[in-house]
């Protein structure tokens, strides 16, 4: 999704901001542009419908200035245009404007303060900075008009950045429900919606928030609240190494972060399970969820199938009811909630604006919240009242991996750690540590495996035009992001089902040819699920399957080891992991960047 940087101060602003916009690149983006100011007035605007490595091509020698504004574009209102494409600019191009985030009553504020203005794109944005000018011209301060324009928007998110010609070292910023970090440097200042874009500049970030307008300048920052006061926000300092979001020698990333996945679940094992095997996490965090009456987990896409997995670890190990959301739908139907509640959101970036809106009406009625995320500092970790990282290190693809297995294994250990506080045997008799030694030695002997997935993929999917994932119960959850990681990157349509209930409707799409993958990995329901394998295969369907071990027949596709069955998400996941991977490949797609989605979805 849309991302902005920004840079004023003592550095070449060209380089500092199209190497962030290349950092935020992985969120998902289809168009890009730069505007640098200069002191002696000779400013460029450069864009492009391409990738940021076409911006750069644009970009001549002489763009030397020291302040700047950048942005990569992921449509909401206006096609993929070069008009379309920020920095939008006001009529005499005094102001220039980035935006992540949507202006909900940007055609009512058009109709009523900009007759007769010519606009260039259709975008929400360039209302916003047409406004900004109009104000000026009337006679306001930048500062006055950019406060004044504000106040206008309605039900609006943004992270805004402004620049006026007039002030050329100055960056006006502004956010409202869209990320936006301000990052200090020695003798220049930047602000990005992701501390990733600028960790070549400094390591250490303010936090602002909702409502806040900030002046940046290349030695100061000054932070107005939403009330207009001058306040003081917290530093963080973000350690990350700028090279763990490197390829290396891989084609793309997400084949770099499927391989990731054994070292991450040795990770967590050794971050959050003592020498015995018990978890060590926050106690205040343990009695919170042990007192409560009813979990609520939340999540969107991939975590949200994390989610469903982490409904039946806890209710397994805690004896707690657990109950798994959509994020986009519980936002906005006033649920009847548990005398006790507990919430946890999980979300890989920390930043999903539909996970966020939920969390902002769980703060509002002061309940306790966990944010599990693989972003320090993010968002929603900021927000909610305890936080849990996934340590699994930048995941850049766009379609999720590691990130998804992390959090089914950090859940794990915090049903693990609730259960034995509440002195439950199926908890205290779980040997965690050793089953997450076992996953991870499983995985890996997976991934080694790369040769024949790529050869199956070629077989089954790469002509395909529908392929099905089925399972029952645990296996059920897996399918669906077995198929919805087949559909982000391959354009395969395809569907995870639950076994038992494909013939009810839609077993009427099988087609001869049409692959339909099995995933069984619990003896209670293993012959059931082949049963409906079977009923496929009778109408044409090429089956395979993804099988535990000891249920395992000659005939099976991909045999996984022997795992608790709490656990077998890790690694039945990875044979379609690379399957989907293998398929876009063959394909020719950009596995990385699949058409029209974004890593970090920041507008609702
Ligand atoms: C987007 C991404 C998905 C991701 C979902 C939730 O749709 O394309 O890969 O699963 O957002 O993201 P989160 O960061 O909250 O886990």
Known sequence: MCGVVGVTGNKNATEILVSGLEKLQYRGYDSAGIFVDQPDGTDYLVKTTGSIADLRKKIGPEVQGTAGIGHTRWATHGGV?????????????????????????????????????????????????????????????????????LSLLENSSYAFMLMDREEPETIYVAKNKSPMLIGLGDGCNVVCSDSIAMLNVTHTFLEIQDGDMCIVKPDEVIVNDADGNVAERETFEVSVDPSASDKGTYPYYMLKEIDEQPNVMRKLSAEYLDEAGHPTIDADLVDAIKDSDRIYIVGAGTSYHAGLVGKMQLEKLTGIPAEVHVASEFAYEDPLLSEKPFFIFLSQSGETADSRQVLVNVNKQKLPSLTITNVANSTLS??????????????????????????????????????????????????????LAVVAQGMQSIVEEKNEINQIAEDYFVEANQAFYIGRGIDYTVSIEAALKLKEISYVHAEGFASGE?????????????????????????????????????????????????????????????????????????????????????????????RNLAKSVTVE
């Not at 000891?550 to 991909?558: G, I, N």
């Not at 608790?564 to 690379?578: C, F, N």
Request: proline share 4%.
């Open 81 to 149: 245009t070069i008009e379309n494409a920020h920095p939008q600019f006001s009529s005499d191009e005094r102001f220039y404007l980035v935006h992540n985030g949507v202006i909900e009553n940007f055609q009512e504020l058009k109709d009523k303060y900009l007759q007769g203005v010519h606009f260039h794109s259709q975008t929400d944005t360039e209302v916003v900075v047409q406004l900004i000018d109009k104000f000026v011209k009337e006679g306001m301060s930048t500062q006055d008009a950019f406060n004044k324009t």
């Open 382 to 435: 900021r927000e909610s009242t305890f936080t849990l990282l996934l340590q699994a290190g930048p995941e850049i693809s766009v379609a999720s991996t590691k990130a998804y297995t992390a959090q089914i294994a950090l859940e794990a250990i915090l049903a693990k750690a609730v259960g034995e506080a509440k002195g439950q045997s199926a908890a205290l008799n779980f040997d965690l540590k050793g089953q």
């Open 502 to 594: 494909l013939k009810h409707g839609t077993i009427a799409l099988i087609e001869p040819g049409t692959p339909v993958i099995g995933i069984i990995t619990q003896a209670g329901t293993a012959g059931l699920t082949r049963s409906n394998l079977e009923e496929t295969a009778a109408r044409g369907a090429k089956t395979l399957s993804i099988v535990k071990k000891s249920l395992a027949r000659p005939e099976d596709t991909f045999v996984i080891p022997d795992v608790d069955e709490l656990l077998t998400p890790l690694l039945s996941v990875i044979p379609a992991q690379l399957l989907a991977y293998y398929t876009s490949l063959n394909k020719g797609l950009n596995v990385d960047l699949p």
